[in-house]
Nanobody, 123 residues
């Protein structure tokens, strides 16, 4: 069983940056893809970025490309999301997900989910 724990959310002003972390425990993540999603109130959950550990391939949603960067430390089984130039529209609950199937994760999420961390961007 995989447990995912996100951290790093908070309240920031527009234009500022945050780095979210997602640490996985329970098993080796070397054959998994881990990714970030967010869901704003009244909105559907949307994919942001993902990293496949085995080959280092990264996926990133076009709308956040250039502002958000995904990276990770496999030795710590930790995925990061660096978010720069934050906007009020980025306000949402940010969640981490993991799955062995990268395509499935990118399409809508994986088998495992964290509890989410709130990001609030004030104007």
């Amino acid at each position: 069983q995989v447990q995912l724990v996100e951290s790093g959310g908070g309240l920031v002003q527009a234009g500022e940056s945050l780095r979210l972390s997602c640490q996985a425990t329970g098993r080796s993540m070397s054959d998994y893809t881990m990714g970030w999603f967010r869901q704003a109130p009244g909105e559907e959950r949307e994919f942001l970025a993902a990293l496949t550990w085995s080959d280092g391939i990264k996926h990133i949603q076009q709308d956040v490309k250039g502002r958000f960067t995904v990276s990770g430390d496999i030795t710590q089984s930790t995925l990061y999301l660096q978010m720069n130039s934050l906007k009020p529209a980025d306000t949402a609950v940010y969640s981490c997900s993991a799955d062995r199937d990268a395509n499935m994760l990118v399409a809508g999420g994986g088998e495992y989910w964290g509890q989410g961390t709130q990001v609030t961007v004030s104007s």
